[in-house]
């Protein structure tokens, strides 16, 4: 069982950045594949970037330039560093793994996750 920890969500002001931190309970958290998803109010729950466990790495096309998802090992835990923030940008942001999956594969969907955090909220204002 894989616990997560979001932190680092808040109010802020379009143009800003914001660094989101996933903490997880497993040291071998670095090999999973993670993912951070956001979901707004009245949408659907939606992909913003993934990391595959080899490595491999995709963002939605709307954050793209302006998202990046890192990890650090050491620390059993994922970032999501949001720059040029944009009021439609604010949603409640989950961090998401799974161990089950292949070197290679990226889970775009949220089904394809096991384990997920409380969330943390993000807003924009314009």
């Known amino acids: 069982q894989v616990q997560l920890v979001e932190s680092g969500g808040g109010l802020v002001q379009a143009g800003d950045s914001l660094r989101l931190s996933c903490a997880a309970s497993?040291?071998?958290?670095?090999?999973?594949?993670m993912a951070w998803f956001r979901q707004a109010p009245g949408k659907e729950r939606e992909l913003v970037a993934v990391?595959?466990?080899?490595?491999?790495?995709s963002y939605v096309d709307s954050v793209k330039g302006r998202f990046t998802i890192s990890r650090d090992s050491a620390k059993n835990t994922v970032y999501l560093q949001m720059n040029n923030l944009k009021p439609e940008d604010t949603a409640v942001y989950y961090c998401?793994?799974?161990?089950?999956?292949?070197?290679?594969?990226?889970?775009?969907?949220?089904?394809?996750?096991?384990?997920w955090g409380q969330g943390t909220r993000v807003t924009v204002s314009s």
């Open positions: 998401a793994t799974d161990t089950k999956h292949s070197t290679w594969y990226l889970p775009l969907n949220h089904f394809e996750y096991a384990y």
């Open positions: 497993e040291r071998t958290f670095s090999n999973y594949a």
């Open positions: 990391r595959s466990r080899g490595g491999v790495i």
